[in-house]
């Protein structure tokens, strides 16, 4: 593990991020709006689940689309954070915050892909909540980074 | 004018208390961050709403009913410290081109809201239940993603450019 960060740090690409304000920006907005299309497709299915934005609509109408939403975003967002993540690549796999953000993509990934469309609403409660530790994991790795 | 403005809003405590404490900013940022996600991930499903994508059988009203309040808290939340975030670096922020760019794209959403709300939605009650709205509605809709989308882009691009 510790010797694919290593490479993975060393390497050009990862070299070129660094080196590059601009190319960092570039992928650094890219990630924002992936961040912005995963959390607004978070709440969309989610709360939706819930019954708390549309009670009287199915459940399909929310969970469907918000689902595709944030696969757009996580589509947009991953491999940008996985460039961002290069030239700091070794500190950021030992930085607890980021561990916890990884974890936490898994987790939620896992919840909104394979049970909430047929979970109960306690299947969305939890989306919700891996969501939203999400958000606050990743605002808190900026804080502390 | 407008520069002798940002200076004198550098010179507040408003400004030290965000450049100067350990964590103002970055607690400043993190709350810009979560209302971004708040507010424009959520006006992006009432827009989807007016391109007929979304929710077609559930009337607009009523879209725009259930959706408001997480938008609203999302858009104080994010004005609120984009406000405080400005004051802190206004003179780098109003020579920075992003900047420009995404307050002339915030205006064209606030414009487009306005034409929506005193215009198009006056002849609401005739297609409120349509599942394709009008052309104006859909046309509100295309230019609202399209404007947030590029606030979203110019805003971090900003942040990388201005420092």
Redesign the interface.
């Known amino acids: 593990m510790e010797a694919a960060l290593t490479w993975y740090q060393n390497s050009a690409v990862a070299s070129a991020v660094g080196n590059s304000?601009t190319i960092?920006?570039?992928l650094?907005?890219?990630?924002?709006?992936g961040?912005?299309?995963?959390?607004?497709?978070?709440?969309?299915a989610n709360?939706g689940k819930l019954g708390a934005?549309?009670p009287s609509?199915p459940v399909e109408?929310?969970a469907g689309?918000g689902s595709r939403?944030i696969a757009l975003g996580l589509v947009l967002s991953l491999p940008t954070g996985v460039l961002l993540v290069g030239p700091k690549a070794i500190t950021a796999a030992h930085n607890s915050t980021f561990q916890l953000k990884l974890l936490l993509i898994l987790a939620a990934s896992a919840v909104q892909f394979g049970l909430l469309r047929r979970g109960t609403r306690a299947v969305g409660a939890l989306g919700l909540t891996l969501w939203i530790g999400l958000?606050?994991a990743?605002?808190?790795f900026?804080?502390l980074e | 004018m407008l520069l002798q403005i940002c200076e004198w809003l550098e010179s507040t405590w408003l400004a030290e208390l965000v450049t100067q404490s350990l964590y103002g900013f970055p607690i400043v940022v993190a709350v810009h961050l979560l209302g971004l996600g708040l507010s424009v991930g959520t006006v992006i499903w009432f827009d989807l709403r007016l391109l007929g994508k979304v929710l077609t059988a559930a009337p607009v009203s009523e879209v725009y009913r259930r959706l408001a309040p997480v938008m609203m808290i999302g858009f104080v939340m994010m004005f609120a410290s984009g406000a405080v975030i400005f004051v802190g670096y206004a003179t780098a922020a109003y020579n920075n081109p992003y900047f420009r760019i995404k307050l002339a794209l915030i205006v064209l959403a606030g414009v487009n809201a306005a034409v929506f709300h005193f215009f198009t939605q006056r002849r609401l009650a005739g297609w409120d239940a349509w599942s394709a709205p009008p052309a104006a509605a859909r046309a509100a809709g295309v230019i609202s993603i399209a404007s947030w989308v590029i606030v979203v882009l110019a805003g971090r691009m900003m942040s990388y450019t201005m420092f």
């Open positions: 304000p960092t920006a570039v650094s907005a890219f990630h924002a709006l961040f912005t299309f995963v959390m607004g497709g978070a709440l969309f709360l934005l549309f609509r109408e929310m689309p939403l958000a606050l990743a605002c808190a900026i804080l």
